[in-house]
């Protein structure tokens, strides 16, 4: 039985998941962690996508994404193939490297942009890859220190986010970090 396909639309708001086959490592290092933030920019970028929040784990990754001029599912074919390929020629090895097809769940914007954020840019600390809230906020593989002002991605739309929490960035952003 064929597969259903994937309800998009332009402006659509996506939380995608994606993780290794049987529940092994997609990420080894910090290379492969910026390398493929790297490709998701340049992804992002060209096919005009936008993104809130994201965080990599080891074994998986969170994304909350806007459909733009692409429909997601061209987005992630080249962001999940380009990964894997240089995932396979970094480490010497050959075969699938994600699990089945990435998971993505349409979400109404209104009611849970903020929920979604927090979920996502919390996943380090729940994961215990950072101990707590000061870490999370130096950790350079989670869209919350961008919004905080700790690192840059350009590709990331911190606006949205921290529009929500007033019009000054600085104490948006301080009310965003008591919010997470």
């Known amino acids: 039985m064929p597969r259903q396909s994937r309800i998009d639309t332009t402006g659509g708001l996506h939380h995608i998941i994606a993780r290794g086959i049987e529940r ?66 970094h480490h010497h090895r050959h075969g699938h490297l994600f699990q089945n097809r990435y998971k993505s769940i349409l979400c109404q914007e209104d009611c849970y942009l903020l929920e979604l954020v927090r979920y996502i840019h919390l996943n380090p600390l729940r994961a215990k890859l950072v101990a707590g809230m000061d870490q999370l906020d130096q950790y350079p593989f989670s869209g919350h220190g961008v919004i905080i002002g700790k690192h840059e991605q350009p590709w990331q739309n911190i606006e949205k986010v921290l529009l929500h929490f007033g019009k000054r960035s600085d104490s948006a952003r301080c009310k965003y970090r008591e919010f997470v």
Not at 70 to 77: D, G, K, S, T
């Open 24 to 89: 092994r490592k997609i990420f080894e290092d910090d290379q492969d962690r910026y390398d493929f933030l790297e490709n998701l920019g340049l992804i992002l970028e060209q096919t005009e996508t936008t993104c809130f929040a994201w965080s990599l784990m080891s074994n998986h990754f969170h994304l909350l994404l806007r459909t733009g001029a692409v429909p997601i599912a061209a987005v992630m074919r080249r962001l999940l193939s380009g990964h894997a390929i240089r995932y396979n020629r």
